[in-house]
């Protein structure tokens, strides 16, 4: 199952996939072939009209241009459609990474003749008939009929409740090892409509550091998740990749032994992809299922976009962009966000300015406070707390009040430190470097409560 919508929040989407079985395959062959040869001519064509005008062709042009050849007639009109899209995608992501100064990146190339590329079927190229999945192809010829098993759009969501979908996708995937396919599977992705999110109630934030996740909730809660493991696998995937690159660059291009050990780079990292994700996926899953227990409302990742270009443009050391660019944060945040709505959580995102250079309790601002091995000592109130918790604590206060730098809390039991103009009674307690407590929101009301944004 995965999050498939960027640009409806709160419509939750997941994909359930179905094994067809190899029996099926003399069915979906030349559909798929079909759709590769798509792919091809469009690899050709951008190719051709880059090499005569030095620009890439349109892709309303490739559509038009394709329109009459014999491999689109094969496939349901948005299926061809949607492999040009693909392409496109493809092209796009190409010519950013170009732009970020990626020149070793290769244009999206051709695929071999039998390639089984993937289909997709968008809503007007499928019917529903019961249990039975109807896949459409293009007019006159017989459509491709599927029977799926019971509850084939049911979905179990966590607390229990089965929620019905209506499917908005469909795909045919070739699974393949060591060249040889060993199954075709189906993904249907279901709309399981607009999730109830709650309004009200506590609000978590995480700061992703690259050892360690941060998180600290508004009830005072403070917990530091360490994924060493998960960054160690990650690291040691980039040191796969640079010795398989080095064997690669003295091997002639096409010869037999450089196809041997590009096949043998494709198996190895997919086989340490699977275990990254499937840590991945614990990680996000414990923090949606802790924010689902302690009556979390709003889960709060910080907003890395900035972070990264600065990164990419040098201004960290060279270490530091290492280490900020090896997790994969974007995937976090969306499986966060599908895990956390499946409970009612909304996930947001708010910008992390200035929240690993500030104190997280007394509000003073002094980036050289963050020490070494991500130790922060304020040298104003005295506070030592892990750099990850200081800054997750920051981003909840951020987030709140809008801005975490002079703004202090209030120490309970203490004689209470001084507040700051406007400071709320956002009250905590330290005990061992640790804090707890209870953070009021912007009116003083009582309890930890936020407003929906809107
Ligand atoms: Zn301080």
Known sequence: MAWSDKSHPYRLLLTKQFPLGLETLPIFQPVMQAANRIWNSCAWHSREIFKQEDR????????????????????????????????????????????????????????????????????????????TLVLKLSRGKEPIEVVLPEGWDVVVLPDGTEVKGVPVEVKVKAVIRRRRVENLVLHVTLDLGVVPVYRAGAVSAYDYNSAVVARAVSNGRLDLFVCREL??????????????????????????????????????????????RQMEHALTKLSAELDGAEGVAFAVVGDLTGLRRSARTGMKGKKASQKINQMAYDRLRQEQHYKNLTRGIETDTWTERNTSSTCCLCGARNPAWRRHRGLWVCGRCGLVLQAGLNGAANLLKQYLFGSCTGRALCLQGSAGLALGREAEPVCASISKGRLSGTWSSRDGSDGPLREAPR
């Open 56 to 131: 890439w062709p349109t892709e309303a042009e490739l559509k038009t241009k394709f329109k009459s050849f014999a491999a689109w007639k094969e496939l349901h009109s948005q299926s061809a459609q949607s492999v040009v899209e693909e392409y496109f995608e493809a092209v796009s992501a190409y010519r950013k990474h170009r732009e970020n100064g990626h020149l070793e990146m290769n244009p999206p190339g051709f695929k071999p003749k039998n390639h089984l590329r993937t289909v997709t079927w968008k809503r007007q190229g499928f019917d529903v008939d019961g249990s």
């Open 231 to 276: 960054l160690s696998l990650v690291q040691y995937r980039n040191k796969i990749i640079a010795g398989f690159q080095e064997k690669i660059s003295r091997l002639k291009e096409g010869s037999r032994r450089w196809k041997r050990c590009l096949s043998a780079k494709v198996r190895v990292l997919k086989r340490l992809d699977r275990r990254i």
